[in-house]
C-alpha cells in the first residue's frame, strides 16, 4: 500500500479499526499500545485472516514505541480508559486527556505531516488537547463523532420506517455528548424530510434514544462500551481522506466564527479531503436549533475550561 494510518490503542475500538481498514485495503496498518504483546499479537492474529478476507494490507504491531509508526498519513487515536457503566464522559476528563498529550507528542515526531483523528473521550476536549499538544493546522485535527451519532440516528430512523439504512441520511451538531443537535428537518429517506413520515411524539424519541446511543450500548455490555460503531466512523473519515473523495461528514472541528461559535471544537458538517478539512460547511438554522446548538457548545465549553484547571 502506498498509505499508512498508525492505531493508537488496540483494543476494541483500535484493533476493530484495523480491522476495517485492512479489509477495505486502504492502507497499511500500524497498531500501537502500551500493553507488552497486545499490538503485535492483534496485528498478527488480523494479518494472518488477510488470504481469507483477500486484501494485501500489511498489518504491523508495536508495543517497544513509536518508530514503527513513522511517515503515517493519519494517526487514529483511540487510546485512553472506557466508559463504564454510570461514568459519564466528562468523568474521563482528567485520566484521559493526560493520555492524550503523551500520545499526540510521541506519534507526531515521527510522523509530522499526518491528519489526526480523536476519538477517545470526552471527543471535543480530547480534540483540544490533541490540538494544542501538536501544533498542527486546524484541518489536520478532527474529532469522530458525529459520523457515529449520525449512523445512530440514520439507523433508529431506518428501523421505525422499516426501510434500508441505505436509503437514510441524518444531520448531528454539537457535543458528543447529551447535549448533541440532531436535525430532523435536515435528516431525510430518500430525499424526503424525516418529518414527512413520522410523528413529532416518534422523531423526539429518536432524537432522545440518539443522544444517549453511547450510554444505551455501555448499559447493556457492563463492562465496557460501543467499538464497532465508532471504529467504523473512524475508519470511513480515513477513506475519505486517503482517496481524496471530499465526502460531506459530521465531524468535530475548530470553528472560528462559524456558526456563531469559536475557538472551540464542536461537530459540523465538513468537506474531507487529502488535506484533512477542506471546508466548513454551514447551514441556515432555525432560532430554535441554533440556541440547541450553543447550548451544546457551552457544554463543551465547560469541559475545555475544566480541563485547564486540571491541568
Avoid: W
Avoid at 472506557?82 to 468523568?91: C, E, L, N
Amino acid at each position: 500500500m502506498d498509505k499508512k494510518v498508525t492505531v493508537v490503542g488496540a483494543g476494541n475500538v483500535g484493533a476493530t479499526c484495523a480491522q476495517r481498514l485492512a479489509e477495505k485495503e486502504l492502507c497499511d496498518v500500524c497498531l500501537i499500545d502500551i500493553i507488552d504483546g497486545l499490538p503485535e499479537g492483534k496485528g498478527l492474529d488480523l494479518a494472518e485472516a488477510a488470504p481469507v478476507e483477500k486484501h494485501d494490507s500489511r498489518i504491523t504491531g508495536s508495543s517497544k514505541g513509536y518508530e514503527a509508526s513513522a511517515n503515517s498519513d493519519i494517526i487514529i487515536i483511540t487510546s485512553g480508559v472506557p466508559r463504564k457503566p454510570g461514568m459519564s464522559r466528562d468523568d474521563l476528563l482528567g485520566i484521559n486527556s493526560k493520555i492524550m498529550r503523551d500520545v499526540v507528542s510521541k506519534a507526531t515526531k515521527y510522523s509530522p505531516n499526518a491528519i489526526i483523528i480523536v476519538v477517545a473521550n470526552p471527543l471535543d476536549a480530547m480534540c483540544h488537547v490533541a490540538y494544542e499538544t501538536s501544533g498542527f493546522p486546524k484541518n489536520r485535527v478532527i474529532g469522530m463523532a458525529g459520523v457515529l451519532d449520525s449512523a445512530r440516528f440514520r439507523y433508529f430512523i431506518a428501523e421505525e420506517l422499516n426501510v434500508s439504512v441505505e436509503s437514510t441520511h441524518a444531520f448531528v451538531l454539537g457535543g458528543h455528548g447529551d447535549t448533541m443537535v440532531p436535525l430532523p428537518r435536515f435528516s431525510t429517506v430518500a430525499g424526503i424530510p424525516i418529518t414527512e413520515l413520522m410523528s413529532k411524539e416518534r422523531i423526539d424519541a429518536l432524537c432522545d434514544r440518539t443522544a444517549n446511543g453511547g450510554a444505551e450500548v455501555v448499559k447493556l455490555l457492563k463492562t465496557g462500551s460501543a467499538f464497532f460503531g465508532p471504529a467504523s466512523g473512524a475508519a470511513q473519515m480515513a477513506e475519505s481522506i486517503l482517496k481524496d473523495k471530499r465526502m460531506i461528514l459530521p465531524c468535530a472541528v475548530l470553528l472560528q466564527g462559524e456558526y456563531g461559535i469559536n475557538n472551540l471544537f464542536v461537530g459540523v458538517p465538513v468537506k474531507l479531503g487529502k488535506n484533512g478539512v477542506e471546508q466548513v460547511i454551514e447551514v441556515k438554522l432555525s432560532p430554535e436549533e441554533d440556541a440547541a446548538l450553543k447550548k451544546s457548545a457551552n457544554a463543551v465549553q465547560g469541559l475545555v475550561d475544566a480541563m485547564k484547571k486540571l491541568q
